[in-house]
């Protein structure tokens, strides 16, 4: 577990969900920027490799300590490991190929719906009505971003099969959340240098084969940034605050929380791209946040 004080776990969680969606908005939009210049299999393959690398001096004593859990559970690390991190994380970089910012943006909103259906369809979870509520309410605001406040530019969205994969995705990432509470008892440095390793070994096999087929990946300043970038913050900052705030409030709360993606970017995009807030911004942002506080709370 991460070292934060228990006595305010939602509190805690709310700031730990909180950042790892800044993390993967960063992401997206990096993701959206090497699109044809870095190779997805590549820097899939490398932003596990390097987290693994960083965390190792850190983590041998509570891997060697952690160890009897990691073996008796193995089943359940492959299978986290595989559709929470390499699948996942190859996938993402595969479809932002392919698809458009706003298409991305709808899709993932559609991620604390799926969570709280695999939660619901894997282990009978329930959502209270307030809950319901703020998914709702945060979807509407993730809404009024991405249309940039018209329902025409919605009617008018195109989805090609570079979506089909970013849904696939999604769902992915809903069995993941939802199958984390089977996680064993372990040091989050343990679990996290563990999901890498399987992550990076996974996906080790597609960058060779993707090399092999002329994409390679190439010395240039944007590559070595893109894969600091998220070999530090989408995988091990991210994963390490999601993976312990969904142990601390769950997955359905937890969930709601990556309605702030597209709310971050939209912020991120005015230094980065030199965008500028407008109406629509604002009201999406008073949705999403009136939909996450109430999605938040446990009654």
């Known amino acids: 577990m991460l070292s934060v004080p228990d006595r305010s776990p939602g509190s805690t969680a709310y700031v730990l969900i909180a950042v790892s969606a800044l993390c993967w908005s960063g992401n997206h939009i990096l993701g959206r920027a090497i699109a044809g210049h870095v190779p997805p299999f590549a820097i899939s393959t490398v932003r596990w490799m390097i987290p693994a690398l960083l965390l190792w001096p850190f983590v041998r004593s509570h891997v060697r300590r952690d160890w009897p859990q990691i073996r008796a559970h193995w089943a359940v690390m492959l299978w986290l490991g595989l559709i929470g991190g390499a699948i996942f994380g190859a996938l993402q970089y595969v479809g932002l190929q392919y698809t458009t910012a706003i298409n991305v943006s709808v899709l993932n909103s559609l991620a604390p719906v799926l969570i709280a259906a695999a939660g619901a369809a894997l282990f009978r979870d329930v959502l209270s009505g307030r809950q319901m509520l703020g998914i709702g309410v945060s979807l509407a605001g993730v809404l009024a971003i991405v249309s940039k406040g018209s329902l025409a530019a919605l009617g008018g969205l195109q989805f090609n099969w570079g979506d089909l994969i970013i849904l696939f995705n999604?769902?992915?990432?809903?069995?993941?959340?939802?199958?984390?509470?089977?996680?064993?008892?372990?040091?989050?440095?343990?679990?996290?240098?563990?999901?890498?390793?399987?992550?990076?070994?996974?996906?080790?096999?597609?960058?060779?084969?993707?090399?092999?087929?002329?994409?390679?990946?190439?010395?240039?300043?944007?590559?070595?940034?893109?894969?600091?970038?998220?070999?530090?913050?989408?995988?091990?900052?991210?994963?390490?605050?999601?993976?312990?705030?969904?142990?601390?409030?769950?997955?359905?709360?937890?969930?709601?929380?990556?309605?702030?993606?597209?709310?971050?970017?939209?912020?991120?995009?005015?230094?980065?791209?030199?965008?500028?807030?407008?109406?629509?911004?604002?009201?999406?942002?008073?949705?999403?946040?009136?939909?996450?506080?109430?999605?938040?709370?446990?009654?």
């Not at 809903?174 to 992550?199: D, E, G, N, Q």
């Not at 597609?206 to 070595?224: R, S, V």
């Not at 946040?289 to 109430?294: I, K, M």
Request: aromatic fraction near 14%; hydrophobic fraction near 55%; charge should be positive.
């Open 170 to 299: 999604m769902g992915l990432w809903a069995i993941y959340s939802a199958c984390l509470r089977l996680r064993p008892p372990m040091h989050w440095m343990s679990f996290t240098f563990v999901l890498a390793v399987i992550s990076g070994l996974a996906t080790l096999p597609f960058w060779i084969w993707e090399h092999a087929n002329g994409y390679i990946l190439q010395p240039t300043m944007l590559t070595a940034g893109a894969l600091l970038y998220v070999s530090v913050f989408p995988s091990l900052v991210a994963y390490a605050c999601w993976n312990r705030g969904v142990e601390l409030i769950g997955a359905n709360r937890a969930g709601v929380f990556l309605h702030l993606i597209p709310l971050y970017s939209a912020v991120l995009a005015s230094p980065l791209l030199g965008e500028h807030i407008q109406i629509y911004h604002i009201f999406g942002f008073a949705l999403i946040l009136t939909g996450v506080w109430l999605a938040a709370r446990k009654a």
